[in-house]
């Protein structure tokens, strides 16, 4: 299979996921997730439609978006998905349109030091963890509905959060455990959909979008509402480790 034909089948199984739940195919957004793939092959996937690609680490960003960029000057897109490091932010700034990897209060502040400089908001999105597992960057937030001290610890973050000047707070991110069978990741999926409706009522905003779902579960998260899905190896081929 080529990039192109992977692409094609990927855009169908979007299809049928919002077919089955009844959303319009619109409403979702494929990231390709390029880390390790080659320019060329984020050119090809541009050439197929994509407009959206997804990036995790800075020192690879910091050259392959240049390259992408002057082969291909309009219609690609970055999404930041991988963890940043406070003293990074600054150079994560100016290369992604979008940032899903924000998993602490002091790299929000960061970002929104960077945005007030250059008075443009930056796009982000929080990192959440809501799967518990203690390998997993992000806000802490598992069993935030039955566990009133999570609830509360959360809260008290996103008050100072929202206040922050320099960025638009698009939605929130959550990376589902590695499991046999998608079917067990929607409970993640469905924990962080509902901690974005709680988060809109209690704080009266609107956040649009959910990034969740991957090669092994993006259909199950789009079920669950995702809004932006990141799909590597689906599109890619798999990794070399
Ligand atoms: C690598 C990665 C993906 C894509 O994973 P695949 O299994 O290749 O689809 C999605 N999100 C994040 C944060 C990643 O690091």
Same mark, same amino acid.
């Given at each position: 299979?080529?990039?192109?034909?992977?692409?094609?089948?990927?855009?169908?199984?979007?299809?049928?996921?919002?077919?089955?739940? /009844?959303?319009?195919?619109?409403?979702?957004?494929?990231? %390709? $997730?390029?880390?390790?793939?080659?320019?060329?092959?984020?050119?090809?996937?541009?050439?197929?439609?994509?407009?959206?690609?997804?990036?995790?680490?800075?020192?690879?960003?910091?050259? &392959?978006?240049?390259?992408?960029? *002057?082969?291909?000057?309009?219609?690609?897109?970055?999404?930041? =998905? /991988?963890? =940043?490091?406070?003293?990074? %932010?600054?150079?994560?700034?100016?290369?992604? !349109?979008?940032?899903?990897?924000?998993?602490?209060? &002091?790299?929000? !502040?960061?970002?929104? *030091?960077?945005?007030?400089?250059? !008075?443009?908001?930056?796009?982000?999105?929080?990192?959440?963890?809501?799967?518990?597992?203690?390998?997993?960057?992000?806000?802490?937030?598992?069993?935030?509905?039955?566990?009133?001290?999570?609830?509360?610890?959360?809260?008290?973050? #996103?008050?100072?959060?929202?206040?922050?000047?320099?960025?638009?707070?698009?939605?929130?991110?959550?990376?589902?455990?590695?499991?046999?069978?998608?079917?067990?990741?929607?409970? $993640?999926?469905?924990?962080?959909?509902?901690?974005?409706?709680? =988060? !809109?009522?209690?704080? &009266? =905003?609107? #956040?649009?979008?959910?990034?969740?779902?991957?090669?092994?579960?993006?259909?199950?998260?789009?079920?669950?509402?995702?809004?932006?899905?990141?799909?590597?190896?689906?599109?890619?081929?798999?990794?070399? &480790?």
């Amino acid at each position: 299979m080529t990039i192109t034909e992977n692409i094609q089948a990927v855009r169908q199984s979007i299809a049928d996921a919002c077919a089955r739940v /009844g959303r319009d195919p619109q409403t979702v957004t494929l990231i %390709a $997730v390029s880390k390790t793939s080659p320019v060329e092959a984020i050119i090809e996937a541009a050439a197929a439609g994509v407009q959206h690609f997804g990036e995790n680490r800075v020192e690879e960003a910091e050259w &392959k978006i240049p390259a992408v960029a *002057a082969q291909r000057s309009t219609g690609v897109n970055w999404h930041m =998905i /991988g963890h =940043i490091q406070s003293r990074k %932010a600054k150079d994560v700034a100016p290369l992604f !349109q979008v940032i899903h990897s924000v998993d602490t209060f &002091k790299l929000a !502040q960061k970002f929104s *030091a960077l945005g007030v400089e250059r !008075q443009a908001p930056l796009e982000i999105l929080l990192e959440v963890n809501v799967s518990g597992e203690e390998a997993k960057h992000g806000f802490a937030a598992a069993n935030w509905s039955s566990d009133s001290a999570v609830k509360d610890a959360l809260w008290e973050q #996103l008050i100072q959060l929202v206040a922050l000047p320099g960025l638009r707070l698009r939605g929130l991110m959550t990376m589902a455990p590695i499991v046999e069978d998608a079917e067990q990741a929607r409970p $993640v999926f469905a924990s962080l959909a509902a901690l974005r409706q709680a =988060i !809109q009522e209690s704080f &009266k =905003i609107t #956040l649009p979008d959910l990034s969740m779902g991957m090669t092994d579960d993006y259909p199950v998260a789009i079920e669950e509402g995702a809004t932006l899905v990141r799909v590597g190896r689906a599109i890619f081929g798999e990794r070399n &480790k």
